[in-house]
């Protein structure tokens, strides 16, 4: 055992001294090589600095571009966008007398009432009528028998949930005649079932297909108007202090005498009840104005952000910087002829007027599209419509010597007394349809009528236009525009059952043949018949004039830029359904972060 281990210490000891022996003869190696390759090669450097300055530069050119290409990478996933917050504001004309729906008639009060109200029903950005409070309407087999259910959830302002009793309500209200609401709407033959909390069963007297339309109406909350007489409620705290189910909910009113003119800003805060989704404006302010004139100076001071009460000439005359939306809208101006005036009761002298008004110079300055000469537009129900007779003065004379009146050698329409007769001719104070009005009246004049225009000042009247002119049908003419709707239905302007009071047949028009024309019309499910009974309405209409078509309404919305508002390409059936989708209309913009 132990000449084993001597023989392998000796090994291991020259094993160790070749490990030495050949890491001095690496190390003497590197060293010479170190020198020769690197130490006596530094001299050199002042030759090549060049080439060492270029990769130098190379790499710090490639190092930006790496720190730009991350920081243009984590940017690319941000974007500018409309975000919650900010306020909006309106220019709108004529006084606010009421924040009661029921009893709107200004353009300014229209526009409170949508802010502040959700209809049942009311079209959409494509121009169709849906839901809003109302979650389903369906009928039997006969249409004659409806249901009416609302949303579930569905809650007033102050918190009290929105039940079939006030729709039951609301439609009695407006069915009373002593209440003097302002709504086209006739409830009166129709029979109304409270089915549970959130339905409304209508039995009507006889088949309405189109039934769904006569529901664009708000309703008002029970729970606060019940205890107050019918009669009472257009002077009740309400039309102050509404409790409504709109977008929007109000804050404060204010009233500011400037150049004696009073300018009243009502301020509006978001509702956060609103069963669509609260909208990204936190306010929304309305200025109201007496003229258009007032609402253009406003546009130019930034002192409001948009309004929809411009014609296009006013328009026009804005700053480049201001942006504008055109669209026509379901809407016209018509000359409501009074039937029932001693004047006008005779067709024969009614004709006369149609033939011997000059329609070109009433239209001079509105365009080709806005033309306007029956009640049904094309876009709701193609007709063929009958011919309207052009202008001829020596043919209406002729009509008006048929009637049984005299001419003098003067030119003179000579009434029953002998003296020259006069029309009076009454129009709101709203710059483009007085225009119209104006010249309406000077083409009465040749004619031979003395005339008398009546601009009824709404800003400054004790009492609404309504009450105080159409109800009483205190003219002989009324120069007016009215909603047509989104199907086509004339009935509750031409209809006898809706002549006088509170109705909204303005011309007083009676004619059986029709009455039973525009009731088929609206209670056939066969479309063939319906366009057969509307035109053989319409040949009525044109041969008896209860009224003279003017223009078609369009909308011209003016508004600041970096403004997101309704769509260009919506389809507006009155100026009021721009505010459709307003729970997305935004004044605020920032980076946020897109979805990759």
Not at 8 to 19: D, N, P
Not at 198 to 210: A, C, G, H, R
Not at 529 to 550: C, H, N
Request: charged letters at 25%; a neutral charge.
């Amino acid at each position: 055992m132990k000449i084993k281990f001597k023989k392998s210490g000796q090994k291991k000891e020259k094993v160790s001294r070749r490990v030495l022996t050949a890491a001095n003869e690496f190390g003497e190696k590197a060293e010479k090589h170190f020198a020769e390759r690197f130490v006596r090669r530094l001299p050199n450097i002042k030759e090549v600095r060049l080439w060492v300055v270029e990769w130098v530069l190379l790499v710090l050119v490639v190092f930006l571009l790496a720190v730009t290409q991350n920081i243009w990478y984590g940017e690319s996933f941000e974007t500018e966008a409309f975000v919650k917050g900010g306020e909006y504001s309106e220019a709108t004309l004529g006084k606010i007398n009421s924040m009661n729906p029921l009893y709107a008639t200004t353009s300014s009060e229209k526009t409170l009432a949508r802010l502040l109200f959700a209809n049942l029903v009311a079209p959409d950005s494509t121009g169709h009528l849906k839901g809003e409070l109302v979650d389903t309407v369906t009928s039997d087999p006969t249409k004659r028998i409806w249901t009416v259910k609302l949303r579930d959830n569905l809650r007033w302002s102050d918190g009290e949930k929105i039940k079939a009793d006030d729709i039951i309500y609301t439609i009695g209200l407006i069915a009373d005649t002593s209440a003097k609401t302002t709504v086209a709407i006739d409830f009166s033959n129709v029979k109304l079932e409270k089915k549970d909390d959130l339905t409304v069963v209508f039995t009507l007297p006889s088949v309405y297909t189109d039934f769904i339309d006569i529901l664009e109406f708000p309703i008002v909350p029970k729970h606060i108007l019940s205890k107050v007489k019918p009669a009472l409620v257009y002077e009740s705290d309400f039309s102050t202090h509404p409790v409504g189910s709109g977008p929007f909910v109000l804050n404060a009113l204010q009233v500011a005498n400037a150049t004696g003119t009073n300018i009243q800003t009502v301020y509006l805060n978001r509702n956060n009840s609103y069963f669509k989704r609260a909208t990204k404006l936190d306010s929304f302010t309305l200025k109201t104005y007496e003229s258009s004139k007032q609402i253009a100076e406003a546009m130019r001071m930034s002192d409001v952000m948009a309004t929809a009460e411009l014609n296009k000439s006013e328009a026009d005359e804005l700053p480049g910087s201001i942006s504008r939306r055109n669209t026509l809208i379901n809407g016209g101006a018509f000359a409501f002829l009074n039937t029932t005036s001693e004047k006008l009761e005779n067709v024969k002298l009614r004709q006369a007027i149609q033939r011997g008004v000059d329609m070109t110079k009433i239209r001079e300055d509105i365009d080709d599209s806005q033309i306007l000469d029956y009640p049904i537009l094309q876009r709701q129900e193609e007709l063929t419509v009958p011919k309207i007779e052009e202008y001829n003065l020596d043919a209406a004379l002729k009509l008006v010597k048929e009637s049984g009146l005299k001419i003098d050698e003067g030119g003179k329409i000579l009434g029953k007394d002998g003296k020259q007769m006069t029309l009076n001719v009454t129009v709101p104070k709203r710059d483009m349809i007085a225009k119209v009005a104006e010249r309406f009246g000077d083409e009465l004049k040749k004619m031979g009528f003395g005339v008398v225009v009546n601009v009824y000042d709404e800003s400054k009247a004790t009492s609404d236009f309504f009450s105080a002119v159409v109800r009483p049908r205190d003219y002989d003419i009324l120069i007016y525009e009215v909603d047509l709707g989104v199907s086509a239905d004339p009935f509750v302007y031409y209809s006898s059952s809706q002549a006088a009071g509170s109705g909204w047949n303005f011309s007083n028009y009676t004619n059986g043949l029709a009455d039973d024309a525009l009731i088929s019309a609206r209670t056939t499910t066969n479309p063939k018949l319906r366009k057969t009974k509307y035109e053989s309405f319409l040949k009525m209409w044109v041969r008896d004039v209860p009224a003279i078509g003017l223009y078609q309404s369009t909308i011209i919305y003016s508004h600041m830029p970096n403004l997101q508002t309704y769509s260009e390409n919506s389809e507006l059936t009155d100026a009021l359904d721009r505010f459709s989708e307003v729970q997305n209309w935004a004044s605020s913009k920032a980076n946020v972060n897109m979805t990759p």
